[in-house]
Structures are given as C-alpha cells and as structure tokens.
C-alpha cells in the first residue's frame, strides 16, 4: 500500500501543474473563440477544409463522445463530409491539456509526434472520406444555432477551465492515475518483455483493448506511462494514446446512426490503421521517447518527495477533481422533479458531458412550444418546460444522435 500511495503521489504531482495551465488555455479557447469560427472554415468541400478541419480540432479538449455532438453541429452547418470525418479523428485524440500533460509525463518526444500523428491521421481520413463516401450518405439539414454564451468572461473561463472540463474528465482522469500506481504495483517488470519480439502483437492487444474502452486523452498519460517502464514499446504506448481516447463503443454507435455505415467503416478503420503505421515507425527509429522525467515519475524505489510546488499543485487538482465529481454525483440524485403542469422531464441516454449536455439543450431550445431547458447527463435527464410535444423533442434529440427513451 505505501508503494502504491507512493506511485500515486509521484504521478498526480508531475502532471497537475501542467493539467492546471492546460484547463486554463482550454478554457481560454472555449470562451473567447466562437464556434461559427471552425465552422467557417470547414464548409468548402475541398482539401483545404480537411486541413482546416484536423489543424483546429488538434487544440480543442473535446473526448471521443464530446466531439460527436459538436461533429453533428459542423455537418449541419454544411461542413463537408471530410472535413467531419477529419474533426472527429484529431480532435479526440489530444488537447492543449493533454498535449502539456504528455510533455510532463512521457517527454518532448510524445509530446510532438502525439499531436503531430493525430493531425495526420484527421487529414488522411477525411481524404478517405471524400474519396470513399458518397454526397448523399452524409446529409445535413438547415438548422445553425449560433448562440454566444453570456456572463463575465473570465468567470466562464474559470468555470469552463477548472468545473466544467473537470466534471467531464475527471473520474476518468482519476481513474487513468489509479490504474497507473497500480500498474507500477502489481505488474511484474518482465511483463512486456516477454512480447519484445512481437511489437506488432502489443500493438493489437493494446487495440483490442482500448477501442471499445472510454478513456480521455489525458486519462491515457499515466497509463501508457506506467505500462512502458513495464516493458511496452513506445510504439505500443502510441496506439494507446491514438487509439484509445479517438474511439470508443458508443462513440462508434452514434457515428453509425448520424454518418452511415460507410462514413462510420472508414472512420474506424482510419483510426486503427494509421495507430499501427506509427506506432510501428516510432520502433522503426529507434528513437528513445521515453524521458528522464517519466522515469522519475514512475520510479518506486525513489523515496524522495516531489517539490513544494508540485506538492501545492497536485493539491488544488484534487480538490478541483474531488469538488467537481462530488457535484456531479449530487446532481445525479437532485435531478429536477416535474413540479407543474407544463413541465416535463425525458429521458436522454448517451449524455457523458457539459458538450453533450449543450448539444442537447441548443437542439431543443429551437423547438416550437419549448420555454427552457435543462440537460443532465449525470442523471439522463431532459426537462423540458413548455407545450412542446414529445414527438418533436424526440425528432429534435435523435436528429443530433443521442438516444431518446420517453418520460422519465
């Protein structure tokens, strides 16, 4: 136990100064650049809006289920359909706060071909798309919601920053630094050697593994990290960190529903083929990624405590971590109860964030009879005040792809 609090310790403290600065930029970007901005540049069906598409999602800290809602938005803004295609493979894959928080914990190496492999791997498969996907798979419709949040800025900036992005990721942030103290405990150090021959055959177990799984593409550091010094290839750890946040089971399920079949087989197969092509290169050059700094992070035989600094740091995370996911779990037993005769509540599966949440809302607010509306994605509940009728809140929900299943 004291090897692992220890392991624990280590990890929260070299990564929280730089997730605190990247949920601050994150913020910065949420609030001050507007979304009719991406859309702008993502309606020209041509290869510039490809480019356009993977260069201004690569920044943008939106998970592999957050980025849908957002990828519908753009298709219904008119983007092309590589352009959407490009969006949601590089945007879910790294972040301003996850790029920062792979600095700190695997190297400059990861920190570069990180980002640098996701915006390659958007451009190709948008390509892709507009080579292999018809015009008349991928439809949108007339409606734009170009709503502009109001309130003081910078209290929406530290709001988004340090509640919002927190309340989205953090469990599963939590739950990336748990697995990886773990790993440094409960893993033999000969583990993955014993696959060093057949790099290609962690590779697909990696895969197996991470695409059906939710995980952030900041909750993917610390494993990936913790499974390295235990003997993974830095090929391996890339296809976990492409891989794993770009993709998951639901995400795959709302693609398929929303895009079509063929949009959705070009999308997946993009992802695993081109996670597999570099991480098969990064072992090709020999190139060492790893850093001394990941090594010290990771190391359980060294007792001596992190700095003041990155002690002071690694404390306002986690009380950032354990006050947003506390409300989170209040919110979950307090959702608003129907208290007159105009109000509704419904229920909305396959909400995970704040994005989901503002998709919804946005989508139905448009709808005739609505007054105002509430989404929780804690609780997978819709409330809806006003004379709408459930057929037209059902139509406005599923037209984004989310799972609409009546009354609550």
Not at 154 to 180: E, K
Not at 212 to 232: F, H, N, R
Not at 292 to 307: F, G, Q, R, V, Y
Request: glycine residues 8%; charged residues 15%.
């Amino acid at each position: 136990m004291k090897d692992f609090l220890l392991s624990l310790l280590n990890v929260v403290c070299e990564m929280a100064p730089y997730l605190l600065l990247g949920f601050l930029i994150t913020g910065v970007l949420h609030v001050f650049v507007p979304q009719k901005f991406y859309a702008k540049y993502l309606s020209r069906d041509n290869k510039l809006s490809v480019l356009w598409a993977a260069l201004l999602g690569v920044p943008l800290p939106l998970c592999s289920c957050g980025v849908i809602p957002t990828a519908i938005g753009l298709k219904n803004e008119k983007a092309s359909k590589g352009a959407i295609a490009s969006f949601l493979i590089a945007t879910p894959q790294t972040g301003i706060d996850s790029i920062l928080a792979t600095f700190s914990l695997m190297g400059l190496g990861f920190a570069i071909i990180r980002p640098t492999a996701a915006l390659i791997t958007g451009v190709c498969g948008g390509l892709l798309v507009n080579r292999f996907v018809g015009e008349d798979e991928v439809k949108g419709d007339d409606t734009c919601d170009c709503r502009v949040e109001r309130g003081n800025k910078l209290w929406r900036v530290l709001r988004y920053a340090y509640y919002d992005m927190i309340r989205d990721i953090g469990l599963r942030l939590l739950i990336g630094l748990v697995v990886a103290a773990l790993i440094q405990v409960a893993i033999p150090d000969e583990f993955f050697l014993s696959f060093g021959s057949q790099p290609l055959l962690q590779m697909l177990v990696i895969l197996v593994i991470a695409i059906p799984m939710y995980i952030c593409s900041t909750g993917s550091i610390p494993v990936a990290a913790a499974l390295m010094m235990k003997g993974l290839s830095p090929g391996a750890a890339l296809v976990m960190l492409m891989a794993g946040p770009a993709v998951n089971l639901a995400s795959i399920l709302v693609v398929h529903k929303a895009l079509g079949r063929r949009f959705t087989t070009v999308y997946l197969m993009t992802i695993i083929g081109f996670s597999i092509l570099f991480g098969l290169l990064l072992n090709a050059s020999g190139l060492e990624f790893y850093s001394a700094t990941a090594s010290h992070a990771c190391c359980m035989e060294s007792a001596a405590l992190p700095s003041t600094f990155k002690l002071v740091c690694a404390t306002i995370l986690t009380i950032f971590i354990l006050f947003a996911l506390t409300m989170k779990l209040f919110s979950k037993w307090t959702a608003p109860k129907a208290i007159s005769p105009d109000t509704t509540i419904y229920r909305v599966e396959d909400m995970h964030c704040s994005h989901c949440e503002a998709a919804v809302v946005r989508a139905v607010e448009d709808v005739a009879g609505v007054e105002s509306a509430k989404a929780n994605a804690s609780a997978n509940t819709l409330t809806i005040k006003g004379t709408a009728t459930e057929e037209d809140i059902r139509k406005a929900v599923e037209g984004i792809g989310y799972t609409f299943k009546g009354k609550a």
